[in-house]
């Protein structure tokens, strides 16, 4: 018997892919886009920071405390100026004054920089500070200490429902006067008069974070902080702009390198004064050692002194910082120019003689006692490092001969004065006093010239007197 298979139709069910599915790096923090990001108006890191606090419903420093010092690693932005044992905070009244750092060049906007970064998944954070011209710019005169805002764009920004913030350009010291509205900047509280840090236990952009109090007030031609003398607006008009260009240009532009400055010097003095650096130096009001160092690399330019070079020869900012040609407007050629609040003088060149002052130098090298090289320098009415550099083989014998005198005359008056110690501690032994050191030193006086040392080597102490009688 031959059995029979039943034909079935087979069932066919859905199928899953088991592969995993690649999901994206999710960020502690949220990823708040910062305000004016690639133009001129592009807030502060400070700024941001408070915002990003409000975002998630924390204060400045609570949000320091618990989520970004932890990562730097540093414990000062925990305790700040507080005592030991006790709770503190970086962003308490000690560290007010340096809140502006959040926003400059230096180690400390580098490492808020790295954690917001890391903590909100950005990649732009940097273009919040000065980072960028780190290379070029030094901290000097570059950042004010204190806030600084326009009360009309405050109450712009609020009356049209948009995101209050604080400019990257109102943190320039160079910069007071608002370009939108052409008013000066405020840097008090007009509730409380008091100047506000830039990044305090509880700031919000556009409030005072001593009384809390909105720092916006509405246009008014009336108001003294609008009356602006015509040169000092073109000066300021022409400050913001270079700024604003600069702060755009690092978007797009490569960081300028450490030797860019000196190129730029260099070629403003080939091109505008003929090659000749004391001319030049004179043509901006600046010291011409000073222009020196600028020139050779040796230091670097403060942004106030760099942006009245470039408003003197009429160079943009952005082309001396990134242009490798550029043609500065040829100036008129003034004695004295007072640029930067600095009047410079040159005065008439002494006479040199120098067969007359070797001789002197000769003769002084056999003077009994010798004199050091200060004494002999007055004497003969010249600088000091005027004769270390045409005759040092001279100046080193003399100061090395006054040296070694000096070391056998004090180690006399050493002895001496050891000698009167020993004597004053035998009297007041064979009187039956004890020898303390009111005692002794009642009975002695130091010889003239000995102060506790002698060219390093210390004094028989006082208080060994009595263990060594």
Not at 69 to 88: D, E, F, S, V
Not at 334 to 356: A, M, N, Q, W
Not at 406 to 417: H, N, P, S
Not at 441 to 450: D, F, M
Request: glycine share 6%.
């Amino acid at each position: 018997m031959v059995s029979s298979v039943k034909s079935k139709t087979l069932n066919t069910y859905e199928s899953w892919n088991l592969v995993s599915v690649s999901i994206p790096a999710r960020s502690r923090l949220y990823n708040l886009e910062p305000m004016g990001i690639g133009t001129g108006s592009v807030e502060c890191l400070t700024s941001y920071t408070s915002r990003l606090a409000a975002a998630h419903c924390l204060s400045p420093a609570v949000l320091l405390g618990r989520t970004l010092a932890p990562l730097m690693g540093k414990k000062y932005w925990l305790q700040g100026g507080a005592r030991p044992g006790t709770r503190g905070s970086a962003l308490g009244n000690s560290f007010g004054v340096h809140a502006k750092a959040v926003n400059g060049t230096g180690i400390i906007a580098k490492d808020w920089i790295t954690v917001l970064e890391c903590l909100t998944l950005r990649n732009d954070l940097g273009f919040l500070t000065m980072r960028p011209w780190s290379k070029v710019f030094t901290q000097r005169n570059l950042l004010r200490s204190m806030r600084a805002w326009c009360p009309s764009c405050y109450e712009e920004w609020r009356e049209n429902d948009q995101i209050i913030y604080e400019p990257l350009s109102w943190t320039f010291r160079e910069v007071e006067v608002c370009l939108h509205h052409r008013r000066r900047l405020r840097f008090q509280c007009h509730h409380c008069v008091r100047k506000l840090p830039w990044l305090a236990r509880c700031t919000r952009p556009g409030y005072c974070s001593k009384c809390s109090q909105w720092l916006g007030t509405g246009f008014s031609e009336h108001s003294p902080d609008m009356v602006i003398p015509d040169d000092e607006l073109e000066w300021q008009m022409w400050v913001g702009k270079s700024l604003e260009e600069m702060i755009v240009g690092a978007t797009h532009l490569p960081s300028p390198p450490k030797e860019r400055m000196a190129k730029a010097v260099s070629l403003c003095i080939a091109q505008a004064s003929e090659g000749i650096m004391n001319r030049f130096a004179c043509l901006i009001g600046k010291r011409k050692n000073t222009v020196w160092g600028w020139q050779h690399g040796k230091t670097q330019i403060p942004i106030n002194d760099l942006l009245r070079i470039c408003y003197r020869v009429r160079v943009s900012l952005v082309d001396f910082l990134y242009s490798e040609f550029f043609i500065p407007r040829e100036v008129e050629f003034f004695p004295i120019v007072s640029v930067s609040g600095v009047t410079t003088t040159r005065r008439t060149p002494r006479p040199f003689d120098r067969e007359t002052t070797e001789l002197a130098l000769r003769t002084m090298l056999k003077d009994q006692p010798p004199f050091p090289m200060k004494e002999v320098a007055t004497r003969l009415n010249v600088d000091k490092r005027f004769l270390y550099k045409h005759f040092p083989v001279l100046c080193k014998a003399i100061s090395a001969r006054n040296a070694k005198h000096q070391d056998v005359y004090y180690e006399k008056l050493r002895r001496q004065y050891e000698k009167d110690i020993k004597h004053a501690t035998s009297r007041l032994r064979s009187s039956g006093i004890y020898p303390s050191r009111r005692r002794v030193a009642a009975l002695i006086s130091k010889p003239e010239g000995l102060r506790g040392s002698v060219r390093g080597k210390p004094l028989l102490p006082l208080s060994d007197l009595h263990i060594a009688a």
